[in-house]
């Protein structure tokens, strides 16, 4: 669920390496230290790992180098050509934040740069899926774009809308980025613990651990 966004990737898929390496001028802030970034999702990760929008298979290449066991869930048939491409070996099903079939039992749920694909019901109702499947420690590292607030995030689209940013700006307008304490009280009545680090200027890393 949650998959109305899914195919803006059959297009996005071709070019995708190249903005998240800042190719594309309008996104270069949202993908300001992109590396970085997956790399702190990946470090943050316990093994068994779920991972959600894989993508072009970055963050997966990243927790992979750490030998952790990896299955990905990608709703985009283009985005998973690609991961295959990549990543021969790599075991990626049809799925999405809500609706997902794995052989394996996660010790952590990761994501990036995708969570926002979901409203804010469907995001309070992914946490509490993960509270059912993860065991007491278990992790969920999700990285995406997030608000300090509702008031910041005009101040945001209206910034971008001055310098021209015309698809970010119809990107942040059409899709569900939500704010740090909507986030943060959706986390805590699934039962987690969770701390929020701002990245860039528009990336957190959300660390949420299963109380
Ligand atoms: C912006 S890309 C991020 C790719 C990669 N994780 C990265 O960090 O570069 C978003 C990905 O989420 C996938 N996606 C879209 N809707 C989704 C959903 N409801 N559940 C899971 N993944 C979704 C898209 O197909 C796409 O591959």
Redesign the pocket.
């Known amino acids: ?3 109305e ?2 195919e803006i ?1 059959d297009e996005w898929v071709h070019t995708y390496d190249e903005s ?1 390496n800042g190719n594309d001028e309008e996104y270069k802030d949202v993908f300001l230290k992109y590396n970085e970034i ?1 790399q702190a999702v990946a470090e943050a990760a316990i093994g068994p790992v779920i991972e ?5 298979g ?2 997966t290449k990243k927790l992979l180098e750490r030998d952790l066991e990896v299955v990905g ?4 048939q283009a ?1 998973r050509k690609v991961t295959a491409q990549k990543i021969p070996n790599l075991t990626v099903v049809d799925g ?2 809500l609706e997902f079939e794995t052989p394996i039992f996660p010790q952590s749920f990761v ?4 969570f926002h ?2 409203t804010d019901v469907e995001k309070a109702q992914a946490f509490q899926i993960y509270a059912e499947k993860l065991s007491t420690g278990g992790k969920v590292i999700f990285a995406d774009t997030v608000f300090d607030s509702e008031q910041s995030k005009k101040e945001m689209i209206a910034f971008e809308q001055a310098r021209g940013h015309i698809n970010l700006v119809e990107d942040l307008n059409r899709e569900y980025y939500t704010t740090v304490p909507k986030l943060k009280e959706l986390i805590t009545k699934a039962g987690f613990t969770v701390n929020l680090s701002k990245m860039n200027n528009y990336v957190f890393l959300i660390e949420a651990t299963k109380i």
Request: aromatic share 18%; net charge negative.
């Open positions: 669920m949650g998959r966004f899914v990737f998240v997956l959600f929008g894989v993508g072009t970055n963050l869930v990608e709703p985009n985005m999405d934040f994501s990036s740069y995708a694909h979901l």
